[in-house]
């Protein structure tokens, strides 16, 4: 059973338009969530949170939106940049415990 | 954040052989993780290493294949045992420092079985 859900595989998107991952989830005890970047010989880099009382987070070129009633996040990147290229993961913990819950991952692809 | 040394950053065994991966943080931390991470796969967790007792193991991994030692606050090891090609594999060490706190991780273990 996916609690954590990234349903598109991959995602090109031009250079210097906005890039937007998707994630879904399942479990209503679920109040905080994560954005990580990995590249292929490194470990995943923490890019961006949110706790479940806010429905909007920003930093710099990345914003998380989470939208409770829908079980879903997102994650924008304007303006996308040929280093956004990676695998990016999206993942959920409940506030007692502390275990990440993670997604599939979706290939970004920035096209020059 | 904490910085994560994991060592070695990858290695060619045999079959049959174990191999042990260290895992070690600037910081005392509260909780230590180690995933895996097989090819186009998501990040699947072995265990928590907890300090001073057995470790968790999540199920379909257990002690004897993956031994895991966490002697004090900051540092862990994991081993992985009698190896097969099915265990090629990254390994990641991961801490976390608190609730509604990211986890970090170490830049892996790239492991290759022949």
């Known amino acids: 059973d996916q609690q954590v859900k990234q349903n598109s595989p991959s995602l090109s998107v031009q250079e210097g338009r906005i890039s937007i991952l998707n994630c879904d989830y399942t479990?209503?005890?679920?109040?905080?969530f994560l954005w990580y970047k990995k590249y292929p010989a490194e470990g995943p880099t923490f890019l961006i949170s949110?706790?479940?009382i806010k429905d909007k987070n920003e930093d710099g070129r990345f914003t998380v939106f989470l939208n409770k009633s829908a079980k879903h996040l997102s994650l924008h990147i304007v303006p996308s940049q040929p280093g956004d290229s990676a695998v990016y993961f999206c993942?959920?913990?409940?506030?007692?415990?502390?275990?990440?819950?993670w997604g599939a991952g979706t290939k970004l692809i920035i096209k020059p | 954040s904490a910085v994560i040394s994991q060592k070695p950053s990858r290695d060619i065994c045999q079959r049959g052989t174990s191999l042990t991966i260290q895992c070690q943080v600037d910081?005392?931390?509260?909780?230590m993780f180690w995933y895996r991470q097989q090819p186009g796969q998501s990040l699947t967790l072995i265990a928590t290493?907890?300090?001073?007792?057995?470790?968790?193991?999540e199920s379909g991994f257990v002690i004897d294949k993956f031994p895991i030692s966490r002697p004090n606050l900051t540092f862990s090891t994991l081993t992985v045992s009698n190896m097969s090609p099915e265990d090629s594999s990254i390994y990641l060490c991961?801490?976390?420092?608190?609730?509604?706190?990211?986890?970090?991780f170490g830049d892996g273990t790239r492991l290759s079985i022949l």
């Open positions: 993942a959920a913990s409940a506030q007692s415990n502390y275990q990440l819950i």
């Open positions: 910081s005392q931390v509260t909780m």
């Open positions: 991961s801490v976390r420092e608190g609730l509604n706190q990211p986890q970090h």
């Open positions: 290493a907890n300090q001073g007792s057995e470790a968790t193991y």
């Open positions: 949110i706790s479940s």
């Open positions: 479990n209503s005890m679920f109040d905080y």
